[in-house]
């Protein structure tokens, strides 16, 4: 027979279980919160018409052609959510990245589509070349160096177009000396200062971009990009590339990847107190979605367990491959 011992009740005048007794009370005191609203749903847009091709070591990810791209954002929008992030994949590349900044490039072409269908909807675009340079890396080579200020010159160039085709803000990424003050001024100058600059200001030389390397055909073929993209290590130099980021006009700062690098974000957001964006990575989503095909994870809550932590490092938007799924369960 099972006894049942009984036991003198505890003279405590701080329970803080009671605040966790029913989901209605959870839900009062609960701290961070999230929105749709502050999710970026970044989007790879390619050449050709109806054209849906998943991303092999993205489940779920799809490089989409304009016409596929506005549904696409037309879905987000019905879910919630407003912004989006563009990533060009053209059909032809060349050693300096020229079709970054052609007119009638996957970009821009879907960047003018969307806002023709739905002129509300924020359109943020990448500003990068190694998805249009046939060696793969981030800016010029000139002999076995990634050259800064001619990558500077080419960069400026795609966001002008970007700005020109309608983009609400342009999002350089690839980590360049000077390239957010060259791109303020340039903008400035040719009427688009209403146009935002959101910097990848503290974008780390990450092993968790291998996914998105697959969907934008970007992997260097030669070499790797430590010279430009962050140690791993290092926090205080993240904090001078804010610094000098924000001096030279960014209006948003960004953290790129997210989860292994919440110290970060919070550092950035208490330091500077400038609206702060983070990346949830494609390796980051890619090892959820593997998790979850082999039994070993509840997708749902790991996803939203991954997205209030960065919420709670201090992101205010949080780009992630998740923002649609996200949307639905929060909804």
């Known amino acids: 027979m099972t006894q049942i011992h009984t036991h003198t009740t505890l003279k405590l005048t701080k329970r803080l279980r009671r605040l966790r007794t029913s989901a209605a009370m959870r839900a009062l005191v609960q701290e961070t919160r999230l929105s749709p609203d502050m999710f970026v749903l970044p989007l790879f847009v390619c050449e050709g018409e109806g054209v849906r091709r998943e991303v092999t070591s993205m489940p779920g990810v799809h490089n989409l052609s304009v016409d596929e791209a506005v549904l696409e954002v037309e879905r987000a929008k019905g879910e919630g959510i407003g912004s989006v992030l563009l990533f060009g994949i053209p059909d032809r590349k060349d050693d300096i990245g020229s079709l970054a900044y052609d007119p009638e490039a996957p970009v821009q072409s879907a960047i003018r589509a969307i806002k023709r269908t739905l002129p509300d909807v924020l359109v943020m675009t990448d500003v990068c070349l190694c998805e249009y340079t046939d060696h793969g890396h981030c800016g010029i080579v000139i002999g076995d160096e990634i050259a800064n200020d001619p990558s500077v010159d080419q960069l400026v160039r795609a966001a002008v177009s970007h700005a020109a085709a309608g983009a609400d803000i342009v999002a350089p990424s690839d980590m360049m000396d000077g390239r957010v003050g060259a791109i303020r001024q340039a903008l400035d100058?040719?009427?688009?200062?209403q146009t935002a600059i959101m910097s990848y200001a503290a974008k780390y030389c990450s092993a968790f971009y291998g996914p998105f390397r697959d969907a934008a055909g970007s992997t260097p073929q030669f070499g790797d990009r430590k010279t430009h993209q962050m140690d791993p290590a290092n926090v205080r130099?993240?904090?001078?590339?804010?610094?000098?980021?924000i001096e030279e006009?960014?209006?948003?700062?960004?953290?790129?990847?997210?989860?292994?690098?919440?110290?970060?974000?919070?550092?950035?957001?208490?330091?500077?107190?400038?609206?702060?964006a983070a990346y949830h990575v494609s390796g980051e989503y890619s090892m959820l979605k593997a998790a979850v095909r082999n039994g070993w994870l509840d997708e749902r809550r790991a996803m939203l367990e991954s997205l209030t932590a960065i919420r709670r490092a201090g992101a205010d938007i949080i780009i992630t491959y998740y923002a649609r799924e996200a949307a639905r369960a929060i909804g």
């Not at 130099?237 to 980021?245: I, K, N, T």
């Not at 960014?250 to 970060?264: C, E, G, H, R, T």
């Open 189 to 193: 100058e040719r009427g688009f200062n």
């Open 249 to 276: 006009g960014a209006d948003i700062v960004m953290v790129k990847p997210a989860l292994p690098y919440l110290d970060v974000i919070a550092r950035v957001k208490d330091t500077f107190g400038y609206p702060t």
């Open 237 to 245: 130099e993240a904090l001078r590339e804010v610094e000098q980021d």
